[in-house]
């Protein structure tokens, strides 16, 4: 009789929570997105490559009504390399893609954990791919800070001003680059006593109509603690797009300081998203970048020429064709696989994305 007594209480016991846990949800969700490349730059290849469309993922979301208009929300996003199988965060991080927790309200949302950077999120809207001008230039915004370390961050609430969107965010510790000095996506990003890594960055965007804009800007206190001198970066982003219907057309301004040197680089581009059917969007693009090695002059200047195609066979697969020409000055180095000074690149893929 105890048995029973104690097995009904216990049951009993699960019914009352069963409404609270009917108040939030877990969904699992992700990308698988792989391609048949054919790349040159000093070398010619054919290969199988992971994430040029979007970056194959696999992750979790959580929310939860607390009531009063307040909800916690988090994600842990990892990336994978379909390729392969591998983990896309190496060896150093999991959850690569994001970890964070926060708390939603009518007064906005705070974020705590690694997300994407105020500077990054813009970028993207531009592409941050492999085959995107801003990740071939080597820019901050597609590259070191797409994403960002041990942050705070405070998203702007929707109902403040009708399409007026923005966040602000610090990092206590944003490891653009790893102590070394060298470009790390991967180093797991840790505090330092020196403050060294230290970053601040903010966006803001409007959308009215067929119009949008948005404008992003980043600083770090000193992303290179073993360079002497004071190594702080700067880098902003803005672009502007309206959509005609029969096109969208897209430009795009990115500038930022050279670590170490007195040179800037800049790209600027436009691109024409073009629907020739409801299911198919052609979109040509062209950016020029400059100051793409420390060398300087005209010597260092990039031009390149995309076309891409997508076609959507139902809401979550798509099949999409890319090509690249990466014209290169004397001293740059850019392309989608290396490529010596001076010497032109180009890739074409061929691929299937599927979401989850």
Do not use: C
């Not at 690569?96 to 993207?124: K, N, P, Q, Y």
């Amino acid at each position: 009789m105890n048995r029973l007594s104690l097995t009904a209480a216990a049951l009993l016991g699960i019914a009352s929570i069963l409404p609270a846990a009917a108040q939030s949800s877990i969904t699992l969700y992700g990308v698988v997105d792989v391609s048949v490349e054919s790349v040159k730059g000093t070398d010619t290849l054919t290969r199988i490559s992971s994430g040029n469309l979007n970056t194959s993922r696999l992750g979790f979301k959580g929310i939860e009504d607390l009531g009063s208009g307040l909800t916690a929300k988090f994600v842990l996003e990892s990336a994978i390399s379909a390729d392969t199988g591998a983990n896309g965060g190496g060896s150093a991080r999991f959850w690569d893609r994001a970890a964070w927790v926060g708390l939603g309200s009518g007064f906005g949302e705070l974020r705590l954990g690694r997300i994407d950077s105020a500077l990054g999120l813009t970028a993207d809207k531009i592409g941050t791919q492999a085959y995107d001008d801003l990740r071939l230039a080597g820019t901050r915004a597609a590259n070191n800070y797409r994403r960002i370390d041990n942050t705070v961050t405070y998203i702007l609430p929707a109902s403040l001003f009708s399409g007026l969107t923005g966040q602000l965010q610090y990092s206590t510790g944003a490891v653009g680059y790893a102590s070394t000095g060298a470009v790390s996506a991967t180093t797991a990003g840790t505090e330092s006593t020196a403050k060294a890594g230290r970053a601040w960055s903010a966006n803001l965007g409007y959308t009215v109509g067929p119009f949008a804009a948005e404008a992003a800007y980043l600083v770090s206190r000193d992303e290179n603690s073993v360079q002497a001198g004071n190594q702080k970066a700067k880098a902003g982003i803005v672009l502007a797009s309206w959509d005609f219907g029969v096109v969208k057309a897209t430009g795009y301004y990115s500038g930022e300081s050279q670590l170490g040197g007195a040179n800037r680089l800049a790209v600027w581009g436009l691109k024409f998203g073009i629907p020739v059917t409801p299911a198919f969007v052609l979109t040509p693009g062209y950016s020029r970048s400059t100051g793409t090695t420390l060398a300087g002059g005209d010597d260092d200047k990039v031009n390149i020429f995309s076309l891409k195609g997508v076609y959507s066979v139902s809401k979550r697969t798509a099949i999409y064709v890319w090509f690249d020409h990466i014209s290169n000055g004397d001293a740059a180095t850019k392309g989608i696989v290396t490529t010596a000074a001076g010497e032109n690149g180009r890739g074409l893929a061929l691929g299937v994305r599927h979401a989850f």
